[in-house]
């Protein structure tokens, strides 16, 4: 689908699907006996289709599988392979705390299980001089997120070089403050280190996930986008101190890279009645005018 400018900006460069918190069991069983986790991701698939964008990258942070099962990995990487081929789509899969580093890395990366728990799963992904880092911010047995000295130093290193384009931050535990007094626990720790690692890079933008509602924030003067689960969300208007996810309100977000800046969208999944629509052919009418006349044809109050 050829983008057509109508504004002062041309179309994006990189455009990339983020998703997040798909808690895939084993089977197609409901989650909590009352998600159908499979539904949500199908469904949001299938609105992207539709829509027409050709996505360069999906990117899922985190909390992939419910219980990191390696079948749970399996059923939901055979979904998500599939709709990235009809696009030529790379696909990024960050760690989350439900997953389990083993299995992930055997199912989803191909890499040897043998390596296991001891090493986080941390990669690098080049699109085209857009460089993608998946940060595991995972701790096997805990809910709470930590990044090791190691990984510091990792990171670090990679960010030493400043790629063409500039850097994407991916990880599953948002370094941004969350009002959910219980998610406060479950935090990244040790936030300060990470951001003097950050500091002055060429990160443009760090993705996130784990607290099941969308949000957006500011870490070490880099926007931060959280993407709300795909499974259940999170009620924030639930009665005050008080944790409750609701089966409603799951999105997707899509992250649109241009040459000077970064924006993300929510995106409601699910079938919604259409009040308005102006058609294709409308906007290309739009397009064959000029700037004066289109804001003449589309902007002046009749």
């Known amino acids: ?25 084993a089977n197609s069983a409901p989650l909590y006996g009352a998600v159908d986790t499979d539904q949500t991701v199908h469904r949001a698939l ?36 599939a ?22 890395r055997s199912v989803l990366l191909g890499e040897a299980a043998s390596v ?6 941390d990669h690098v992904h080049d ?9 595991d911010t995972s701790v096997p047995g805990y809910h709470h997120g930590e990044i090791t ?19 994407i931050l991916a990880l599953h535990h948002p370094p941004i403050p969350t009002p959910l007094p219980l998610m406060n626990v479950l935090e990244l720790q040790d936030q300060p280190r990470l951001a003097a690692v950050l500091a002055g890079s060429d990160v443009r933008a760090i993705l996130g996930g784990h ?29 005050h101190r008080t944790l409750t996810g609701v089966n409603g309100g799951q999105t997707l977000n899509l992250v649109h890279v241009y040459a000077d800046q970064i924006t993300h969208s929510q995106v409601p999944i699910g079938a919604f009645t259409a ?20 804001r003449q044809a589309f902007s002046r109050q009749q």
Not at 1 to 25: C, N, R
Not at 127 to 135: F, K, T, V
Not at 228 to 236: E, K, Q, V, W
Request: proline letters at 4%.
């Open 116 to 121: 296991g728990l001891a090493s986080p799963v």
């Open 46 to 81: 299938e609105q992207l289709h539709r829509s027409g964008i050709r996505p360069d990258a999906l990117i899922l942070t985190g909390d992939v599988a419910d219980r990191g099962e390696s079948e749970a990995y399996r059923r939901i990487r055979g979904i998500v392979e």
């Open 211 to 239: 607290l099941h509602y969308s949000t957006q924030g500011l870490f070490a003067g880099i926007p931060v986008s959280v993407a709300a689960a795909t499974c259940y969300t999170m009620d924030l208007s639930a009665p």
């Open 1 to 25: 689908m050829e983008a057509v400018q109508l504004g002062q900006y041309a179309p994006a460069g990189k455009i990339l699907v983020h998703l997040s918190d798909t808690h895939f069991l």
């Open 275 to 294: 009040v308005t629509q102006f058609s294709a052919d409308y906007v290309d009418e739009l397009a064959a005018l000029s700037p004066h006349d289109r």
């Open 83 to 104: 709709a990235a081929a009809q696009w030529n789509a790379t696909i990024i899969w960050v760690m989350g705390n439900h997953d389990k580093r083993d299995s992930f």
């Open 127 to 135: 699109l085209d001089g857009l460089r993608i880092i998946a940060l």
């Open 149 to 167: 000295d190691a990984q510091l130093t990792w990171l670090t290193d990679v960010l030493h070089q400043p790629a063409r384009h500039g850097s």
